[in-house]
């Protein structure tokens, strides 16, 4: 009989139980995810800085703003890669967005009030401060239409600064920033699309309604293949590019209309899987080597099993779980190169700091997260509509707060929508959201080093 010893099984067994572990995980997956995301991001801004500032400046912005497009009939549509990328790669990233907002509105860390208060009320205060401190540098002209770019929090940097401090901070620290940067998220979508909207078309934007019906109508009737969703998605993010309102936003109808149910509930599943096994057991034969199945009947119930299991998972997860390496390592990168260069000098330097825009964003993504976060939070706290996470206190939400100020991404596309009609102003709000996001990210870790530093040298 061709038996496995006890040392092969271990040796098989020992691997298969570390990946189980990984996959019973998400939140761990996830955070090695923006942890990985946002070293690849900062390589990406280096590079992008390197090449704006180097003879190879003028190739950059040539290929940055070549035009293509297509045409069919009497669409057009044509415009410069950068566009391409920030009006149709950046889709991607908002779906992601809105499958993860939808994922915590329904199961996550917002999906009842007891749990969303906290993190939401200090999101608002870290969305409202920051947009204020930006209005007392700047409460009129050309400038005052970047209001919105202090708003967002950069969830891959700020995620990857605080995984540096390891176990030395609270997990529930790490949940607290998640479900504050999701909020965060929501509130700055928002923003895009109440504020940054241009002239309407109102052709196209009710043939996006349509298309999103068409959507919603599909989650309706129970399918749940991809292929669907993503061919009419094509279409509403079409029809939203003609009509006015920011493309990207269709990323966030498509998530919405995703089907986040799985065909089968956790008791149906279990039944089904068990009763598999057991049938796979009845035909288990003791001559068979344990490498390898005895027969036709257990290979088909192997892949029974794991098309349930497929099943088993919602659109919404795999679609997000799919989408999260895509983003994090592709998506995000390409826009940091393509966005993220901007000319140093001593001179641009100088300018750029004697301008009310660099030092509306600087302190608003400093000062103004950091009071908005954990000043709101401790009212909330105070008042009663929320407590802190087990294992926290108002010192851990500072750190947050600090945090926070990491604006990258979304601060950079909203840059670009508010101040389009004024090149010159995008460079020197960028140049404030890299010098703050910097401080931010220092100043966090620092804090939350001290801070957990003396926790553990307290005397219990």
Request: with cysteine; aromatic share 10%; glycine share 8%.
């Given at each position: 009989?061709n038996?496995?010893t ?13 990946f ?30 390197i090449?704006?500032?180097?003879p ?23 415009k ?15 779906l992601?967005?809105?499958l ?33 401190f ?50 965060d ?16 078309y ?24 991809m ?22 936003l ?5 998530a ?60 919404l ?87 926070g ?44 080093y ?11």
């Open positions: 009989m038996t496995p006890q040392t092969e099984s271990a040796l098989y067994v020992a691997p298969l139980e570390k189980y572990q990984r996959l019973i995980s998400p939140i761990e997956q996830f955070v090695h995810r923006q942890t990985s995301g946002g070293i690849v991001l900062m390589a990406c801004i280096v590079i992008a800085m090449i704006v500032n180097s190879a400046e003028d190739i950059y912005r040539r290929v940055t703003h070549l035009y293509f497009g297509f045409q069919v009939g009497n669409f057009e549509l044509k410069s890669l950068i566009h391409w990328i920030n009006d149709g790669l950046m889709v991607i990233f908002f992601l967005v809105g993860e907002i939808k994922r915590e509105i329904m199961v996550g860390e917002l999906s009842t009030i007891s749990k969303a208060a906290l993190p939401a009320i200090a999101a608002l205060g870290g969305m409202v401060m920051p947009a204020l930006y209005l007392l540098f700047n409460p009129e002209g050309d400038a005052r239409s970047g209001w919105g770019i202090p708003m967002a929090t950069d969830i891959a940097f700020a995620v990857g600064v605080l995984a540096l401090l390891g176990k030395r901070v609270p997990s529930s620290v790490m949940t607290f920033l998640l479900a504050l940067a999701i909020a998220d929501l509130g700055a979508v928002i923003v895009i699309g109440l504020f940054y909207t241009k002239d309407l109102l052709t196209y934007l009710f043939l996006a309604g349509a298309f999103w019906l068409v959507l919603l109508v599909l989650n309706l009737l129970g399918v749940r293949a292929l669907p969703y993503l061919l009419v998605g094509f279409l509403l993010w079409l029809a939203m590019l003609k009509s006015g309102v920011h493309a990207t269709a990323g966030i109808l498509i919405i209309a995703i089907p986040a149910r799985p065909k089968y509930d956790p008791k149906k599943f279990s039944d089904a899987i068990r009763a598999l096994i057991d049938t796979f057991d009845m035909h288990q034969s003791r001559s068979s080597s344990w490498q390898t199945f005895a027969s036709k009947e257990q290979a088909s119930l192997v892949e029974a099993i794991e098309t349930i299991a497929d099943e088993a998972a919602s659109p997860r795999k679609l997000e779980s799919n989408l999260h390496g895509f983003s994090a390592f592709f998506i995000i990168p390409v826009f940091a190169l393509a966005n993220g260069g901007v000319a140093v000098d001593w001179e641009s330097l100088s300018h750029a700091f004697q301008n009310s825009v660099t030092l509306g964003v600087l302190f608003g993504l400093t000062i103004g997260k950091l009071i908005g976060i954990s000043g709101f939070a401790w009212l909330a706290v105070k008042f009663g509509l929320g407590a802190f996470p087990e294992g926290t206190s108002l010192k851990h939400i500072i750190g947050v707060g600090w945090l100020g990491i604006g990258f991404t979304m601060s950079i596309f909203i840059a670009d929508l508010a101040l389009d009609t004024t090149p010159a102003l995008i460079d020197v709000a960028k140049m404030g959201i890299l010098c703050a996001s910097l401080v931010a990210g220092i100043s966090g870790y620092l804090w939350l001290i801070v957990s530093t003396a926790n553990q040298t307290q005397p219990s």
